[in-house]
């Protein structure tokens, strides 16, 4: 079956680690998105990509990396300069007009 | 700051009414429109999406858009237990070619028998 995959599920940071999401999708979808959830709030977008090696920067994208060297995976580095990195973290992918816009099922990390 | 604003409620009504969601866009050229549910502590979903101005139904669920107004619903007709959550309303702003959404806060809804 087609579909997107977050992992880990939950992850737990230390205070000045850095951390990568993985994500990874096998519905030949050209744009991936990551979003970042906050209790009681909306989805903001931190980074995405309609092409491999070609990144955008979102809304929030200040303490975090990103790379696309294949279609199918785009992992996010949650760096020590996030200073608030406690959060649900969502990746989608779609087709370029934005149709078929499919999430992951999100990676909820803490910081211990 | 194009923005997406929706009411967070909560908005509470019975099983069997209709629930009424609303959600207004700060970009004129924004050109689809997107409803997601979300279930507490997992990922959103689609359950409609519209571009047109006028209203479009799927089952239960009616969209309607008004451009001229910025302004666009979700009516839920019959409602159960099992339609509370939270309803995100999400946009694709104008001069974009490629489907980057922008999301509002989300209306969280309660249906209570």
């Known amino acids: 079956d087609g579909g997107i995959t977050q992992s880990p599920k939950y992850l737990f940071r230390k205070e000045g680690q850095n951390v990568t999401l993985s994500c990874e999708q096998n519905l030949n979808h050209d744009a991936m998105y990551w979003y970042r959830q906050d209790p009681g709030q909306g989805l903001r977008l931190i980074y995405y990509s309609q092409i491999v090696n070609d990144f955008q920067k979102g809304d929030i994208a200040e303490g975090y990396s990103v790379s696309r060297e294949k279609k199918e995976s785009f992992p996010l580095t949650v760096t020590s300069a996030q200073k608030n990195p406690t959060a649900f973290y969502l990746c989608?992918?779609?087709?370029?007009?934005?149709?078929?816009?499919?999430f992951g099922s999100g990676t909820r990390l803490t910081v211990v | 700051q194009k923005e997406v604003e929706q009411n967070s409620g909560p908005l509470s009504v019975p099983e069997g009414a209709i629930a009424s969601l609303n959600c207004t866009y700060s970009d004129r050229g924004s050109q689809s429109f997107f409803w997601y549910r979300q279930y507490s502590g997992k990922s959103p979903e689609l359950i409609m999406f519209i571009y047109s101005n006028g209203d479009k139904e799927d089952g239960r669920f009616t969209a309607q858009l008004n451009k001229a107004s910025q302004y666009v619903s979700l009516l839920i007709r019959d409602s159960q237990p099992s339609d509370s959550a939270t309803y995100l309303c999400a946009v694709i702003e104008g001069g974009t070619s490629y489907g980057k959404l922008t999301f509002g806060q989300g209306t969280i809804l309660t249906v209570h028998p």
């Open positions: 989608a992918s779609s087709i370029l007009s934005g149709l078929g816009y499919t």
